[in-house]
């Protein structure tokens, strides 16, 4: 078996990375530029999302958080896509990101007020 440092290119930042790199390109037309600042703030996000995906699930692998970190990237909120698709931002707005994804997942999951209202509206004729 290769050893630990030989398998970069399968290790779950470098997938992660990968994959960033192209969602990044399908967004913009343009390949990611890393500085030494972005391969650090995947890498605190990465830690971000898997303390989140163990939190639920303390028996969550690799393979989970990169399932959590594709999720997250493709659920991102559109501001992001559009105008601060970068690491850095992302990362640092992490935990405005998450709020924001939960609000978002529970006005869908539930009836919005103006629904409410026109239903109520309809019912009293």
């Not at 470098?14 to 890393?34: H, I, L, M, P, V």
């Not at 992490?94 to 709020?99: K, P, R, S």
Request: glycine share 6%; charged share 25%.
């Amino acid at each position: 078996p290769l050893p630990q440092w030989a398998e970069v290119d399968d290790s779950l930042t470098a997938n992660c990375r990968k994959y960033f790199s192209q969602e990044y390109r399908k967004a913009t037309g343009f390949d990611y530029r890393y500085q030494p600042k972005d391969y650090k703030a995947l890498s605190m996000l990465l830690g971000n999302i898997a303390d989140a995906t163990t939190a639920k699930n303390p028996q969550a692998t690799n393979g989970d958080v990169y399932n959590a970190f594709t999720y997250f990237i493709d659920h991102l909120p559109e501001w992001y896509r559009n105008g601060g698709f970068s690491l850095c931002i992302i990362n640092g707005k992490f935990n405005e990101i998450i709020a924001s994804m939960r609000h978002e997942r529970a006005n869908r999951a539930g009836v919005s007020e103006d629904y409410a209202r026109s239903v109520l509206r309809d019912l009293r004729g």
